[in-house]
T-cell receptor, first 112, second 115 residues
Framework: GNSVTQMEGPVTLSEEAFLTINCTYT??????LFWYVQYPGEGLQLLLK?????DKGSNKGFEATYRKETTSFHLEKGSVQVSDSAVYFCALVTFNDYKLSFGAGTTVTVRA | SAVISQKPSRDICQRGTSLTIQCQVD?????MFWYRQQPGQSLTLIATANQGSEATYESGFVIDKFPISRPNLTFSTLTVSNMSPEDSSIYLCSVEGSGDNEKLFFGSGTQLSVL
């Protein structure tokens, strides 16, 4: 079956620090990969996605590259802001399944 | 993109009662999904709801506990029946983006607390 393993949190950073959240996966079939974000008091939002090997998803300064050889999709941001404080979920879906499999989520807190 | 309205946004319920959560989408979608997010945990798929057929439940979830309706292509309900404190979670409705089966959109969720 499909599964996602995500770096455990919580992660606490200072503003302008570099953020990396590791994500690896196992999948039956060829997955599409996602990062979702959940800001305090809000619903889940799609942050970025990648649908094939070597694709790089990017949004709001965040990036993640689909690495098929290492089955990874690590999330990075070069300079975080307080407003990036949220819970980040790595997820995948296989084309023949349509069911998202989520990682456990990583809570990120950015301090001014 | 799909806009999803989910209600109620939160509720506090007594043990043994039932709560029905509604999910309304601004466009027609084939598949709708219901997820549960227990405190401090990730999301778990409860069931997939297709219009005109019975919902398909994931392992660990049964229709008697979580009956689902899907009367048309823009609406679904999830009922949490005979609630216990262990049912306290956020329940999320999700749909595929129109013409883009690689993107799923989520409602803002229903935060349920069972006393």
């Amino acid at each position: 079956g499909n599964s996602v393993t995500q770096m455990e949190g919580p992660v606490t950073l200072s503003e302008e620090a570099f953020l990396t959240i590791n994500c690896t996966y196992t999948a039956t079939g060829y997955p599409s990969l996602f990062w979702y974000v959940q800001y305090p008091g809000e619903g889940l939002q799609l942050l970025l996605k990648a649908t094939k090997a070597d694709d790089k998803g990017s949004n709001k300064g965040f990036e993640a590259t689909y690495r098929k050889e290492t089955t990874s999709f690590h999330l990075e941001k070069g300079s975080v802001q307080v407003s990036d404080s949220a819970v980040y979920f790595c997820a995948l879906v296989t084309f023949n399944d349509y069911k998202l499999s989520f990682g456990a989520g990583t809570t990120v807190t950015v301090r001014a | 993109s799909a806009v999803i309205s989910q209600k109620p946004s939160r509720d506090i319920c007594q043990r043994g009662t039932s709560l029905t959560i509604q999910c309304q989408v601004d466009s027609q979608v084939t598949m709708m999904f219901w997820y549960r997010q227990q405190p401090g945990q990730s999301l778990t798929l409860i069931a997939t709801a297709n219009q005109g057929s019975e919902a398909t439940y994931e392992s660990g979830f049964v229709i008697d506990k979580f009956p689902i309706s899907r009367p048309n292509l823009t609406f679904s309900t999830l009922t949490v029946s005979n609630m216990s404190p262990e049912d306290s979670s956020i329940y999320l409705c999700s749909v595929e983006g129109s013409g883009d089966n690689e993107k799923l959109f989520f409602g803002s969720g229903t935060q349920l607390s069972v006393l």
